[in-house]
C-alpha cells in the first residue's frame, strides 16, 4: 500500500513539472517581451507549424533526424568517438532497463507470456543495460575531470545527475548481489514455489543453489555429493527452472556478490535485501519526480530540439521562434562542446566571469527568460559575457542538441538593451551583426540603446561623465600615439569631410552627425570633449580610411577616430566594473 502511494506522488509531481516546463516555452522569451506574443497565440503557432509539418515533405526531415540524430547521434559521432560511445552507453542503457525492467509487466510480459525477470535472456540483458550506464558515467566523469577536454564548469546538478544516476544502478546491483546470496529469499521462493517437495528435496536443492547459484546458506557448504546435487538439479528442474536462469547470467550483481559471501548471512540477517529494495525503489521515484526539474529533462528536450530545428526554415514565424528558444534552454546539457570550441573563451581566463563561456550562458538566460529579479551586477555580467561574443557560430555549429547558440545570445542581448543599460560595444565594430539584423528589430528598439550609449559616454546625463570639456589628460594620452600626433598638421582643409561616405549619405548631415569629420579635429585640439562625443559622425564612422586616405597632410584621421572611441569607452566601461 505505502509503494503505491509513494509511485503515485512521485508520478504527481512529474506530472506537475512537465506541466510547469512545457508551460514555460509559451508563457516566457528569451528576447525582448512584446505583447503581440501571448500565450495563445504561439500555442496556436505551434500547433499550426505541427500539422504542416505532418502534412508536408518536411516529415521525411523530420523521420531522418529521429534516427540520424535521435536514435544513433551521428552529429556526436563526428565531433567526438569518445564522447558518442558514453552518450550511447547512457542512452542505451537507459533504454533497455525502461522497456526490460520498468515496464516489465507492462511490455514484455504482453510479448512473451513466459516472461520472468531472472530468465535469460531478459537477465543477462538488464545487467548488461546496467553495465553499459556504468561505463557511460565512468567515461563521462573521465572526460569532465581527469581528461579535461573542455572547460565546463561542473555545476549542482551536473553532480546531482551523477549521483542519482549512480544510486539506481549502484543499489540495483547491490540488490541483486544481495538476493543472489540471501538465504531468507531462498526460503520465501522455496514455500510459494517448492512447498510440495519434502525435506530431503529441499535439502538437496538448497545444495544446487549453493554449489550452482551462489546462494550462501548458514550450516551449508560443499563439496557436495553427487548424488545429492542430480538430486538438487532435479528439484531445480521441477520447481525453478521456468523461471530462474543461472545467476551467473546476471554476471554484474553475480560478481558483486562474490566478495560479499563471508558477511552474507549477516546481510541477510540485518534485512540488507529489504532495504536495498526500498533503497532502489526510492532512488528510483525521486529521480522521476525530480526528473523535469533536473538537468535530465535534456533526455525530452533534446529530440526535441534536433527535431524542431530541422523543420523550421530560418528564423520561422517569431511566435515559433519564441518557443523554440525556451525550449532549447531546457535542451542544453551543458556538456561543455560550445565552450570548447568558442573563440573568445580564452577571455575567461582575464575576465573571470562564467558568462563569457557559451555553456555557462544558458543558467543566466534562463532567469532572465523568467522574469526573475536580477541585480544590475548580475544584469552587467550577462551583458558582458554576451557582448564579447563574435558572432562566428562555432558554439552552435556542434551543439550536439542542435540549439542555435547564436539566436539565442543575440535576442538575449535585445532583451538587455530594453532594461537601459548602455552597451558600449554598440558602438564599435563588434556591432556589425547586430546591423546585419536590423530589419528584425523595431526601429525605436534599434536606435534607443544607441543614443543611451552615446549619451553616456558623452557625459550628458545627470551632467555627469568621465569626460570634461578642457580636460587634458585625454588629449595629452592621444598624443603618445603615432597616429594622433599627426592631428597638429591638419589646418581644416575639409577633404576627409569631402571624402566621408557617411558624410555624403545625407543631405543636409550637419543636421543629422553633429561634428563632421575636419570639425571634429578641431574640436579635438580645443578639447571641446562632450562635443565630440556627443557627435553622431564619430560613432557613425564606417573605419573604411577614405578621409585618411585623401588627406593632403596625412593626418591619420581614422586611427584618431579608433582612438577616442576606445578610450572614451574604455574610460567608462572602468567605471562599471
Not at 528569451?30 to 509539418?53: H, N, Q, W
Not at 542430480?230 to 527452472?241: R, V, Y
Not at 534552454?329 to 562564467?354: I, K, Q, W, Y
Request: hydrophobic letters at 45%; charged letters at 20%; a positive charge.
Amino acid at each position: 500500500m505505502f509503494h503505491n502511494i509513494v509511485l503515485l506522488v512521485a508520478l504527481a509531481v512529474f506530472g506537475a513539472g512537465m506541466i510547469i516546463k512545457v508551460s514555460a516555452w509559451f508563457r516566457y522569451s528569451v528576447g525582448p517581451e512584446k505583447a503581440d506574443l501571448r500565450v495563445s497565440r504561439r500555442i496556436a503557432a505551434a500547433m499550426k507549424g505541427i500539422v504542416l509539418t505532418f502534412f508536408s515533405g518536411k516529415v521525411l526531415t523530420l523521420i531522418r533526424t529521429f534516427f540520424v540524430d535521435v536514435i544513433f547521434q551521428l552529429h556526436v559521432l563526428k565531433e567526438d568517438l569518445l564522447r558518442w560511445f558514453a552518450h550511447m552507453c547512457i542512452y542505451g542503457g537507459f533504454a533497455m532497463l525502461f522497456f526490460l525492467h520498468v515496464l516489465d509487466n507492462k511490455v514484455v510480459a504482453h510479448l512473451y507470456p513466459e516472461y520472468a525477470s531472472t530468465l535469460n535472456p531478459f537477465l543477462f540483458i538488464r545487467d548488461a543495460g546496467g553495465g553499459l550506464i556504468v561505463i557511460g558515467v565512468a567515461l563521462a566523469i573521465y572526460r569532465r575531470f581527469i581528461k579535461q577536454t573542455h572547460r565546463p564548469m561542473t555545476s549542482r546538478m551536473d553532480i546531482t545527475a551523477m549521483v542519482m544516476v549512480g544510486a539506481i544502478v549502484l543499489s540495483g546491483f547491490l540488490l541483486e548481489a544481495t538476493k543472489i546470496t540471501s538465504q531468507s529469499t531462498f526460503q520465501r521462493m522455496a514455500e510459494e514455489y517448492a512447498g510440495q517437495a519434502d525435506e530431503q528435496e529441499l535439502q538437496a536443492l538448497e545444495s544446487y543453489w549453493v554449489e550452482n547459484f551462489g546462494l550462501v546458506f548458514s550450516g551449508l557448504r560443499g563439496p557436495f555429493d553427487k548424488a545429492t546435487l542430480a538430486k538438487g538439479k532435479s528439484a531445480h528442474q521441477i520447481n525453478c527452472a521456468q523461471c530462474h536462469s543461472s545467476a551467473q547470467w546476471g554476471f554484474v550483481g553475480y560478481a558483486v556478490s562474490i566478495p560479499m559471501r563471508p558477511v552474507a548471512s549477516a546481510l541477510d540477517g540485518a534485512g540488507t535485501p529489504f532495504f536495498l529494495t526500498w533503497v532502489h525503489y526510492l532512488a528510483a521515484l525521486f529521480f522521476l519526480a525530480y526528473l523535469p526539474f533536473s538537468k535530465m529533462f535534456h533526455i525530452f528536450t533534446t529530440p526535441l530540439s534536433l527535431m524542431v530545428n530541422a523543420v523550421m526554415d530560418g528564423q520561422g514565424a517569431p511566435a515559433n521562434v519564441a518557443t523554440r528558444q525556451m525550449l532549447e534552454l531546457d535542451a542544453c546539457m551543458h556538456c561543455g562542446a560550445c565552450t570548447l570550441r568558442c573563440s573568445v573563451a580564452v577571455t575567461f581566463l582575464e575576465f573571470p566571469n562564467a558568462n563569457i563561456l557559451p555553456s555557462e550562458k544558458i543558467a543566466s538566460l534562463k532567469k532572465l527568460a523568467a522574469g526573475k529579479v536580477l541585480d544590475p551586477k548580475e544584469l552587467r555580467a550577462i551583458q558582458h559575457g554576451i557582448v564579447l561574443c563574435t558572432n562566428c557560430n562555432r558554439c552552435g555549429v556542434v551543439c550536439p542538441a542542435g540549439i542555435k547558440l547564436r539566436d539565442l545570445w543575440f535576442s538575449a542581448r535585445e532583451r538587455l538593451l530594453q532594461h537601459s543599460i548602455e552597451e558600449y560595444q554598440l558602438l564599435s565594430p563588434l556591432a556589425y551583426y547586430r546591423g546585419l539584423q536590423r530589419e528584425n528589430i523595431q526601429e525605436n528598439d534599434y536606435q534607443k540603446p544607441l543614443d543611451l550609449a552615446i549619451k553616456k559616454v558623452a557625459g550628458d546625463i545627470n551632467g555627469k561623465g568621465p569626460l570634461r570639456a578642457g580636460e587634458k589628460t585625454l588629449l595629452g594620452k592621444l598624443n603618445t600615439s603615432i597616429q594622433a600626433n599627426s592631428l597638429s598638421d591638419c589646418y581644416r582643409c575639409v577633404t576627409c569631410t569631402n571624402s566621408c561616405p557617411v558624410v555624403h549619405n545625407y543631405k543636409h548631415p550637419g543636421e543629422v552627425l553633429g561634428l563632421l569629420p575636419h570639425q571634429i579635429m578641431y574640436a579635438i585640439s580645443l578639447r571641446y570633449w562632450e562635443q565630440v562625443f556627443s557627435s553622431k559622425m564619430l560613432w557613425d564612422c564606417l573605419g573604411c580610411y577614405q578621409c585618411q586616405e585623401n588627406c593632403p597632410q596625412q593626418v591619420s584621421v581614422t586611427d584618431i577616430l579608433y582612438e577616442l572611441k576606445n578610450r572614451a569607452i574604455s574610460r567608462r566601461y572602468d567605471e562599471l566594473i
